[in-house]
């Protein structure tokens, strides 16, 4: 029976609106997967299908993010050719491994990986980047940062987001909302790439996947503007307190056993 059967309107709407806040958060700074991983596996989906129903989900609020991106010509996809294959690369063979890990790993795995992004995005500080907005950007970079990433978001993917856009600020001379620009579309190219192989592994509740993938999308929608405007200060303190309380939610349920 598909699992979306199970799910009843009530926990759909909670769903939905989870992935709306999601959906903002992740255009703004990255890290939309830390709410929807815990909400999915809250909601008691196994947690490969956890995994794949994220991915078709996040795929659409990351399109669309990208796409705004884009449109404001904050992101030049020729500058960025080697980077979108090494991450398109990464993401395929990070979400053939997940196919490979056992639902006990998965479900001792993804509290400890949540829980050590939310930690990074508490303490961390995007660094000072030099801004020279014509100046080059290396190509031989991007092949290791791309193909970590996006073997890192096939495998799990929380807070993939925001690695990125820090790690570009690292390597590159980018200002923040172009660094998000970067991110945004990485992401998206990571995320349609895994998607593709939980669709081909049947991992992926697609009628639940759907219905979030569209608030996503909306939520998206709106942070990427808000980012592009530079509201993403207002949205950290209200990301840091939601992820560490889901987390310990999670860590409380899959590790001691309580309910």
């Given at each position: 029976m598909p699992f979306e059967?199970?799910?009843?309107?009530?926990t759909l709407v909670i769903l939905a609106l989870v992935a709306f806040g999601a959906g903002f958060i992740d255009a703004v700074a990255g890290g939309g997967g830390l709410l929807t991983i815990p909400a999915l596996l809250m909601a008691g989906l196994p947690p490969h299908l956890v995994l794949g129903t994220n991915k078709l989900c996040a795929t659409f609020g990351s399109a669309t993010a990208s796409y705004t991106f884009y449109r404001r010509k904050l992101f030049r996809p020729r500058a960025w050719r080697n980077a979108l294959i090494a991450t398109a690369?990464?993401?395929?063979?990070?979400?053939?491994?997940?196919q490979w890990l056992p639902a006990a790993w998965l479900n001792q795995l993804l509290p400890a990986v949540v829980f050590a992004c939310g930690l990074y995005l508490l303490f961390g500080r995007p660094p000072e980047a030099p801004l020279d907005l014509d100046a080059p950007v290396a190509q031989g970079r991007q092949w290791p940062?791309?193909?970590?990433?996006?073997?890192y978001d096939g495998v799990a993917g929380p807070g993939t987001g925001a690695f990125w856009t820090v790690?570009?600020?690292l390597l590159y001379p980018l200002d923040l909302v172009r660094a998000s620009g970067v991110a945004r579309t990485m992401n998206f190219v990571s995320n349609a790439c895994a998607l593709a192989v939980f669709i081909v592994a049947g991992q992926v509740a697609w009628l639940l996947g759907t219905c979030m993938g569209i608030a996503l999308m909306a939520g998206a929608?709106?942070?990427?503007r808000s980012a592009i405007k530079g509201g993403s200060k207002f949205i950290r303190p209200v990301f840091i307190l939601v992820v560490l309380a889901l987390t310990a939610r999670l860590a409380w349920q899959h590790w001691?056993?309580?309910f």
């Open positions: 059967l199970a799910v009843d309107p009530a690369v990464g993401a395929l063979l990070g979400a053939a491994l997940a940062q791309g193909v970590g990433l996006g073997f790690s570009s600020l929608f709106l942070g990427a001691f056993g309580q």
